[in-house]
């Protein structure tokens, strides 16, 4: 015994109608969520392509500005400590020889 589509009562024929149309509603509502979600992906994406050679020179420069800085405090401690010692050598009263440039 098989039953058509005719023979069953149309509450039943009603409730499946209704929920195809709010499940193809919900299928729309991701199929456009999904799209939103991939355009944001492949702009987010891209945006970090962009900013890698930027990325690249700034960190380039800050190493190059952190040698700089380092190299100045170094030489500002070797005239420091050749100040120190030229002045421990005249209180025992003995210098040292310094080359005219």
């Given at each position: 015994?098989?039953?058509?589509?005719?023979?069953?009562?149309?509450?039943?024929?009603?409730?499946n109608a209704a929920?195809?149309?709010?499940?193809?509603?919900?299928?729309?509502?991701?199929?456009?969520?999904?799209?939103?979600?991939?355009?944001?992906?492949?702009?987010?994406?891209?945006?970090?392509?962009?900013?890698?050679?930027?990325?690249?020179?700034?960190?380039?420069?800050?190493?190059?500005?952190?040698?700089?800085?380092?190299?100045?405090?170094?030489?500002d401690l070797l005239?420091?400590?050749?100040?120190?010692?030229a002045m421990e050598?005249?209180?025992?009263?003995?210098?040292?020889?310094?080359?005219?440039?």
């Amino acid at each position: 015994m098989t039953l058509k589509q005719t023979d069953m009562p149309k509450s039943f024929t009603e409730k499946n109608a209704a929920m195809t149309e709010s499940v193809t509603e919900l299928n729309r509502e991701v199929v456009q969520k999904m799209k939103t979600v991939s355009w944001v992906q492949a702009e987010s994406a891209q945006s970090q392509r962009g900013m890698q050679p930027t990325l690249e020179r700034e960190t380039t420069l800050g190493n190059k500005a952190l040698t700089m800085v380092r190299r100045a405090a170094l030489q500002d401690l070797l005239k420091q400590e050749q100040q120190q010692y030229a002045m421990e050598l005249a209180l025992i009263g003995k210098a040292f020889y310094k080359q005219r440039i």
